[in-house]
């Protein structure tokens, strides 16, 4: 099974289930050596938006200070780390990362899920054969990796193209190539992989295999019991396996 899971959300998202005592618990009896929390970041949208798949910027001291007293609690019996699964959203990205090196984050991931803002769109998850959308997705995910403060890129494949297939090769290979140079790396997403959404993406797996990028497996876990799922860890590495990528199971943090 996996030793570290640097892809956890809570209830405090509002589209998961489960404390962060149970995500705990459920990693402890799972083998887990290190638990990374990444939740939904919060954003400071000026025009009045609430997102209903993300805590409050008011939220997030607790989420934190939360965190950080089970870490203590637990320190013998795993090492746990608090972060934000982020957006890289260029007009708002200096204050959200202010805001956050000011709570103390140990990391953030990088999951792109719109082609712009939250607020605006479009929602990359949605099939399409607009190649705008891809191409933005990875024009956002590459400038994003280029700032150096994501850890990795999560769900890279997310974005649901089904245009045409020299496209997509081209956009992914121009993806997978620049997250390479930059030593950043992908992961086969294991909530994807569960509930067999368009992700992962065998045709992009194949493609970052050719290319050489360092693959992780996120669990991606919206309740506690996905930390120990067993057979979606399986497919994961059997993906891995089939697409010849360079999984690594070495601790990032």
Known sequence: ???????????????????????????????????????????????????????????APEYFSTI?????????RLEIRCGFEMEYTPDLFERQIRFYESLGCDYLILGQ??????????????????PWILTRYVDLVLEGASTGKFL?????????????????RRECERLC?????MDIPIEINGLGMATSRN?????????????????????DAHTPDQLADET???KCRDLAEKCNVRLTDKKLL
């Open 232 to 234: 979606v860890w399986g």
């Open 152 to 168: 990795y890129v999560a769900h890279p494949d997310v974005c649901w193209f089904e245009g045409d297939n020299e496209i997509y």
């Open 113 to 130: 899920h719109y082609a712009g803002r939250e607020d605006i769109g479009p929602y990359v998850g949605r099939k399409t054969d607009d």
């Open 68 to 76: 950080r007293s089970l870490a203590e609690e637990y320190r013998d």
């Open 1 to 59: 099974m996996i030793q570290y899971n640097y892809h956890t959300h809570t209830r405090r998202c509002h589209h998961a289930e489960g404390t962060e005592r149970e995500y705990i618990e459920k990693a402890i009896r799972a083998g887990i050596r290190e638990l990374g929390f990444s939740d939904h970041c919060p954003v400071p949208f000026e025009n009045g938006y609430v997102s209903p798949v993300r805590m409050t910027m008011d939220e």
């Open 177 to 181: 190539g620049g997250l390479l140079q």
């Open 199 to 219: 992700y992962p993406n065998e045709s992009f797996w194949r493609i970052a295999g050719e290319v050489g990028n360092t693959v992780v497996i996120g669990m």
